[in-house]
């Protein structure tokens, strides 16, 4: 079973937008991580943020995390072409092994 | 420094047939990790390596599906008596010390039973 999953399943938008996707997961974290995969191939770290962590920055991404709600965000701001990709959270699990589990991902199509 | 490379890229075989896929991980990352992702899903979990020891296994479907990691660096996920349901993308990911830390991903190996 999938213990993240993000929404939408696919954002279309035009270049100069911000993209926002979310990720919901049902049982306690530890961490959670964002990945982008382009053309179904090797996945690319962007953001790791822990469960004592609210909002976390790198560059045009935007991450933050209600442990609340069971939700985390990613909102990558004035998207180009090049992010373009499928995004996926993977979420740890509290207590657990050390295993991400990941859900099915958000395809973002940005056009130029 | 060279990230995680796996070989080959893409591999064709027939139905029955056994296959042997390999990861380089990132020197001195000491966690290694096999994940096998169909068209449209995520990466799904198949066993992950502590070292030279399989840590959790529980991801493997079935005993077709068996990997090694003999010396703590290089691992091999070996797939007995493919069938076309073995059809993915396997990736393979290393990171440093218990794993709780980004992984990297190699390119993957892109296997297609016929």
């Known amino acids: 079973s999938q213990q993240g999953e993000e929404d939408p399943q696919a954002l279309s938008i035009q270049e100069g937008e911000n993209a926002t996707m979310n990720c919901s997961y049902k049982?306690?974290?530890?961490?959670l991580q964002w990945y982008r995969q382009n053309s179904g191939r090797g996945l690319v770290h962007l953001i790791l943020i822990r469960s004592n962590e609210r909002e976390k920055h790198s560059g045009r991404l935007r991450v933050t995390l209600d442990t609340s709600k069971k939700s985390s965000s990613l909102l990558i701001t004035a998207s180009r072409a090049a992010d373009t990709a499928s995004y996926f959270c993977a979420t740890d699990l509290s207590g657990g092994s050390y295993i991400p589990t990941f859900g099915r991902g958000t395809s973002l199509i940005v056009h130029p | 420094g060279a990230g995680v490379s796996q070989t080959p890229s893409n591999k064709v075989t027939e139905k029955g047939k056994y296959v042997e896929l390999r990861c380089d991980p990132i020197s001195g990352h000491t966690a290694l990790y096999w994940y096998r992702q169909s068209l449209g899903q995520g990466p799904e979990f198949l066993i992950y390596?502590?070292?030279?020891?399989?840590?959790?296994d529980s991801g493997l479907p079935n005993d077709r599906f068996f990997a090694v990691r003999p010396e703590g660096s290089v691992s091999t996920l070996k797939i007995q008596r493919t069938e076309r349901g073995d059809s993915a993308v396997y990736l393979c990911?290393?990171?440093f010390g218990t794993g709780r830390n980004e992984q990297f991903f190699g390119p993957g190996t892109r296997l297609t039973v016929l």
């Open positions: 049982t306690s974290i530890n961490n």
């Open positions: 990911a290393s990171s």
């Open positions: 390596f502590q070292g030279t020891g399989a840590a959790d």
